[in-house]
């Protein structure tokens, strides 16, 4: 397919001779008005030209009234064809005159001449009257105009032709190879035009070799966007290796937590395991897939709000799925910032498995805060979740009661039975009390035989201590199984101290459970007693 074809030709003549018409006809009218006009004024001429010549003869005939030498002055005018008719006259009335063939129109003007002395130049004598013949004159006149516009447009239209041939051997026809040629140059080919003969010192010489330095910098970039190209691929192949292969969970989160891209290994850790193609992976509320998304959701929003491209990492559980364990993983954010676009900008999340590690931690935890035989809150733990527990009955309005639990024979148990069976009654019993509060209470294991207590209560309740305290008692004197179909018995003597009656503070609470605990040691045993300020009762022998 050639890109110009003979149209160009078409073209270049259409306007070429369109250009020379326009001129010609402009030309024509305009050289044909002048033509006209000089030609006309040419006849006026000769007509003075004439007249001076018979000026001399007229003068004579009309000086001496000589009629007949008058007439051959008319015949001389006569025979002149630009002149229609003439008219002698004297001052003494001598008149001569001749008319052509056909009236004179009243429209045609006489042109006067005076006639004067041959002897005073100051004298007049007579007049000479001529009438152009206006019609031969305007006929001559168009008659050579035609002629020379006749001329005029032929030559425009040698002009014309000459210039389309010469425009089209040097402009047209070398610039149609020109663009012939490039046209069947593609992308990448080591093919070049060829200057065309004549042409190699002159501007399509200059274009021809543009062109090729051209097409040898398109195809160097062409060269240079394949080698990148392929290291791009090779380089996209990697990361998607990597990206597909890590044992890490990585993705990508909007600003509206939307995780718009994830690898597989995100999927699994999120639970997505029934998706194969990442690609279909449609968005999701990234915060959805844990345990506590409000959590979440508060720590992305204010690692939105630092300033600049840090690192922010937290450990968190996954949602439990049915029939799952729990999972927890460790999540690692940074900013993927768009400097021209902010509003565009993610986040990049990696997550780590982290539940054997958790395990490990919340195992270390467990057994820093709870006592080894009784799975019971140790001292130290119970007396920390005491402070909460109080400060969370204040904000809900209730009393706060704490009993110190010593159990009664349980020493004869430990020296009749044995330390083996001395567990088995301090692990039921733990068992037992433990079954009787909630889990917002505080159960702990204060010392060797002793428990500590902490509940709210409704202030309305007036013996919702009492109530609690007799039933928790009556479970503890129930008989415990030690083995080998023996049972052993334990009582249990409970002090009792009251927030906010007896102190808001917890240790001085505890301090009086202990000694309201003491006074029942030492009055009887296995009941319970308030505090009392008045009662400061010592310790007492178990």
Known sequence: MKILSKNVHIRVASGVAGGALIFSI?????????????????SRNQIKQIIITVEQTASIAMYLGNKELAEEVLRGLEANDIISAARLTSQDGLSASFEGE???????????????SPFNADEIVGDLLIYPNQT???????????????VLLLYSVII???????????????????ANRFHLITPGDTTRIDVPIGHQDNEIGALVSDINQLLDAVNKQIDNERDLRSQTENLS??????FERASAGIGLIDASNQLIVANPALLRLLGQTFIVDTDRFSKTDFTEFFNDHQVISEFIEDFWAKPGN???????????????????????????????NPDDSLLEVVLYDITERAEREQNIIYEAEHDAITQLLNRRAGM????????EAEKKERNFAILMIDLDGFKFVNDTYGHDAGDKVIIEVAHRIKQFFRGSDVVARWGGDEFLIGFSYNPNYQTAVSDIATDLQFQISQPIEIGHEQTAGVGSSIGISLYPDDDVSISALIEQADEAMYYVKNNGKNFFHFYQAEKSIAPATK
């Open 160 to 178: 014309a032709f000459l210039t389309l041939i010469i425009v089209n051997r040097i402009l047209t026809e070398p610039l149609k190879n020109v």
């Open 310 to 340: 840090q690192f922010s990492a937290v450990d968190i559980q996954l949602k439990h799925k049915v029939r799952a364990a729990d999972r927890w993983v460790h999540c690692l954010f940074s900013k993927v910032e768009d400097i021209n």
């Open 136 to 150: 031969y004159i305007e006929d001559n006149a168009i008659s050579l105009a035609k002629i020379q516009v006749t």
């Open 237 to 242: 192949k990697k990361f998607r290796f990597i």
């Open 26 to 42: 402009i030309a024509s009218i305009a050289w044909f008005y002048i033509s006209y006009h000089q030609e006309v004024d040419r």
């Open 384 to 391: 920390a979740k005491l402070e909460t527990s109080v400060v």
């Open 102 to 116: 056909g009236d004179l129109k009243q429209s045609e003007i006489a042109v006067i001449f005076p006639i004067r």
